[in-house]
């Protein structure tokens, strides 16, 4: 199993430019999650999923839009890129089932992203 | 008031010495907690949950306090390869984890 996949891995943008983030886990788990971390602020919830075809907001919410059409995948959009949102980005997944498989909370390596 | 806080550090510790992080929470009703490790520029992994009973894995002790509403972290011995943050995780409400900003440990020979 792969876990949780990010790409792309490193990306630089310009003001005003859009680009899409994919998230990809392997684990069937139910729920995803997509955090920004900077530096002083820890990890902040942008977005996340219970399920296919759902999303809900998270704390920092604006200017990033997300989809789940497929299970395994979460994608984070960011329509009109802005130097604030430069940042590391880190999807995550968790599973519904009870135990203590629950309760842990599965993270990809990370995409850093510079907007210029 | 964040609703997770912890002691940025740096903790500078001697190989072998034994080092405490504390995290205290402000949501009362708050269900289940956990330390994550992250090393430098990579993606946090969970180290262990922590039970209100208090919990040990091997050199790593977790204990909860829901009176003082904190979660503690003791390491025993350290090594260098202990040196990373240390993140306080605490899930409030429906699905929702709320990380601390992480207390940074350095361990040195």
């Known amino acids: 199993n792969a876990g949780v996949t990010q790409t792309p891995k490193f990306r630089v943008l310009k003001t005003g430019q859009s680009m899409t983030l994919l998230c990809a886990q392997d684990m069937n788990h139910e729920y995803m999650y997509w955090y920004r971390q900077d530096p002083g602020m820890g990890l902040r919830l942008i977005h996340y999923s219970v399920g296919e075809g759902t999303t809900a907001k998270g704390e920092v919410p604006d200017g990033y839009n997300v989809s789940r059409l497929k299970k395994q995948n979460f994608l984070l959009g960011l329509e009109s890129a802005a130097p604030s949102q430069t940042s590391v980005y880190f999807c995550?997944?968790?599973?519904?089932?009870?135990?203590?498989?629950?309760?842990?909370?599965?993270f990809g390596p990370g995409t850093r992203l510079l907007v210029l | 008031r964040k609703e997770v806080e912890q002691d940025p550090g740096p903790f500078n510790v001697p190989e072998g010495a034994t080092v405490a992080f504390n995290c205290t929470y402000s949501?009362?009703?708050?269900?289940?907690f956990f330390w994550y490790r992250q090393d430098c520029r990579k993606e946090p992994k969970l180290l262990m949950s922590v039970y209100s009973s208090g919990n040990e894995d091997g050199r790593f002790t977790a204990q909860l306090n829901r009176a003082s509403q904190y979660i503690s972290l003791l390491i025993r011995d350290s090594k260098l390869s202990d040196s990373a943050t240390y993140l306080c995780v605490v899930i409030t409400g429906f699905q929702k984890l709320v990380f601390g900003t992480g207390t940074r440990l350095l361990v040195s020979p």
């Open positions: 949501n009362s009703a708050s269900q289940s």
């Open positions: 995550a997944s968790r599973t519904l089932t009870s135990g203590r498989a629950r309760e842990t909370q599965y």
